[in-house]
């Protein structure tokens, strides 16, 4: 597969989900960034914008199994990474395995769980494994994640530790859909959206891409580049807590799949500016005072972007 095979694969993706999500077509793009890419995607939004069903659109146009969690106050991390259980018959324990054993998991309202439940995520998100009694289970060779929260400050909700959000490669807003579209939603009400879902796309292919996306060159000057907007972060006044190195990672891997989905292989600084926000601002910790003073980790990056050079 070629980087003109991939665009094509990309584009068909695309094609086929916004047959059913409406709203803004760049939150799509940037899931895909991160699908293509390896990362894992938190989608934050208020009821009803449409973030499940993206999920679950992007699940149906691939050729993949597909699981969901709904996450509950009473969930425990045995309901997603499974139990052994003893056996009365052959007295022996089986491992029933949760559902965190698919290809791409939706766990949806991430934040209605404890942070006890929350962390059962974070060894499958960094790792690819889960431990069950003592044991490394492998979990699959494309493994996606897309959480759903809503707004912390809604009823009910529980922060979600920084050390889990710092495993999303991004963070993403759907936002609400413009007058026309949601017309639109109105006259199709009636079908069954996701039954214009078709599968586009296999596994193998997906990976293929993600083999490809690696291979995309980037100079040293856009490293350094990265590198700066990153440090910047943790030294911002307002900010607690900066971005980590794995942000850096995601940024430069969400840049080179926004360069493949464009048919070139290199990375421009146009990639990286539009990435920045996505892939750093849920990594960044606000002290009190910024809070109060309306600042925002979407406006800090913002002030970094145009406070840099931008390197030619």
Not at 10 to 27: A, C, F, Q, T
Not at 93 to 99: N, T
Not at 227 to 256: C, F, H, M, Q, Y
Request: no cysteine; proline share 4%.
């Amino acid at each position: 597969m070629n980087i003109q095979n991939a665009k094509i694969i990309y584009e068909k993706l695309l094609h086929n989900i916004r047959k059913v999500i409406k709203g803004e077509p760049s939150v799509i793009k940037k899931l895909l960034a991160a699908f293509f890419s390896g990362g894992h995607v938190l989608l934050e939004d208020v009821p009803g914008t449409g973030k499940t069903s993206l999920a679950k659109t992007l699940a149906q146009s691939i050729d993949t199994d597909f699981k969901r969690i709904q996450f509950t106050p009473d969930l425990l991390p045995s309901d997603i990474i499974g139990v052994s259980i003893f056996n009365q018959k052959d007295g022996n324990f089986h491992l029933h395995k949760g559902p965190i054993f698919a290809n791409i998991l939706l766990t949806d309202e991430l934040n209605r769980a404890n942070p006890r439940t929350q962390s059962a995520l974070l060894e499958a998100m960094a790792e690819n494994q889960v431990s069950i009694d003592g044991k490394i289970l492998k979990l699959e060779d494309l493994f996606f994640v897309v959480a759903t929260q809503n707004p912390i400050e809604s009823w009910g909700t529980y922060p979600i530790p920084e050390s889990q959000l710092d495993r999303f490669m991004l963070k993403l807003h759907l936002g609400y859909v413009t007058r026309d579209e949601e017309v639109t939603i109105l006259s199709e009400h009636k079908i069954s959206h996701l039954k214009k879902v078709e599968k586009v796309v296999s596994i193998s292919e997906i990976l293929e891409i993600r083999k490809l996306i690696q291979d995309i060159k980037i100079t040293e000057e856009l490293k350094y580049y990265i590198v700066d907007i990153v440090s910047a972060s943790r030294n911002t006044e307002g900010a607690l807590l900066g971005s980590s190195p794995r942000g850096s990672i995601a940024l430069l891997n969400s840049s080179k799949a926004l360069a493949l989905f464009d048919g070139i292989d290199y990375v421009i600084p146009d990639y990286i500016q539009e990435m920045a926000v996505p892939a750093l601002a849920h990594r960044i910790v606000l002290n009190s005072q910024a809070k109060f003073s309306g600042v925002t980790s979407q406006s800090i990056i913002k002030d970094i972007l145009a406070r840099l050079k931008t390197p030619v």
